[in-house]
């Protein structure tokens, strides 16, 4: 059983930035960030595989970055840019297998979720 902690959520204003943190208790091939906004589905923003492959959603390309420690076993997201839409809870995932590049910002992948951190934009 893979335990997830994020942390590094707050409220910013627009153009704004922030870094969200993910420790995960043991090593995972796979891990993601994905968000949820009130009312609307859980939808994936990056991914992020042992490999080094990444992958983004259209709406955060050229704003965030998604990178991990594997020494600390330690996922982050580097979000810059921000803007009101980008509120959302946003929640940590893990996978120990591989997941098709395709296929890695799809929730039902992954095994494993954190208790999600709040991201407040404000115009």
């Known amino acids: 059983q893979v335990q997830l902690v994020e942390s590094g959520g707050g409220s910013v204003q627009a153009g704004g930035a922030l870094r969200l943190s993910c420790t995960a208790s043991e090593y995972s091939y796979s891990m993601a960030w994905f968000r949820q906004a009130p009312g609307k589905e859980r939808e994936g923003v990056a991914a992020f595989d042992s490999d080094g492959i990444t992958a983004y959603a259209d709406s955060v390309k050229g704003r965030f970055t998604i990178s991990k420690d594997n020494a600390k076993n330690t996922l982050y997201l580097q979000m810059n840019s921000l803007k009101p839409e980008d509120t959302a809870m946003y929640y940590c995932?893990?996978?120990?297998?591989?997941?098709?590049?395709?296929?890695?910002?799809?929730?039902?992948?992954?095994?494993?979720w954190g208790q999600g951190t709040q991201v407040t934009v404000s115009s």
């Open positions: 995932a893990a996978d120990p297998g591989g997941i098709w590049f395709h296929q890695r910002l799809e929730a039902r992948r992954y095994n494993y």
